[in-house]
């Protein structure tokens, strides 16, 4: 598992998913529908984590 958080000020939201593909994807889903942006893949796989493979793919939204 991998896990990578937005660093858009104020958010904190973390996705994990089972593979880059998967993370990448995840990732730029949050981006889109909360940021009205995206991130490069690249910039995402450059700061994601290994994260613990404890259960399904999470995708945690911080409330605003």
Known sequence: MKRWQCLDV???AVVSAGSDEEL???AN???REVHGSYELE???L???EDA???GAPVREE???
Request: charged share 25%.
């Open 42 to 44: 690249e910039m995402i």
């Open 29 to 31: 889903a949050h981006m």
């Open 46 to 48: 450059a700061v994601a």
């Open 24 to 26: 990448v994807e995840a």
């Open 62 to 64: 911080t409330k605003r």
């Open 52 to 54: 613990p493979a404890d």
């Open 10 to 12: 104020g958010c904190g």
